[in-house]
């Protein structure tokens, strides 16, 4: 069974850090795309950053030079570093582990960024 367990998120003032982590367990993890998406109430789910089996990343435009999404495969983790954070960074994110067909959610992690 294919379990992600996110962590690492809490309420932070704006300019600061988080770093998430997403442990993922029950796959092969080397060969997935690994990605983190986030949602706040009312609105759809959006893409934040993925990082492929190879290493190669894409973010979304807003987070952009301050979010670094990294993997460590040897951990079966992936990471995602937050910096300068905004109050509209603020959301539920989401762990996401894609591999063939298939596509897995982590249960998320709350961030809240103060004003």
């Known amino acids: 069974q294919v379990q992600l367990v996110e962590s690492g998120g809490g309420l932070v003032q704006g300019g600061g850090s988080l770093r998430l982590s997403c442990a993922a367990s029950?796959?092969?993890?080397?060969?997935?795309?690994m990605g983190w998406y986030r949602q706040v109430p009312g609105k759809q789910r959006e893409l934040v950053a993925t990082v492929t089996s190879g290493g190669s990343t894409n973010y979304a435009d807003s987070v952009k030079g301050r979010f670094t999404v990294s993997r460590d495969n040897a951990q079966n983790t992936v990471y995602l570093q937050m910096n300068s954070l905004e109050p509209g960074d603020t959301a539920v994110y989401y762990c996401n582990l894609h591999i063939s067909a298939w596509n897995y959610w982590g249960k998320g992690t709350l961030v809240t960024v103060s004003s």
């Open positions: 029950g796959i092969i993890f080397g060969d997935s795309t």
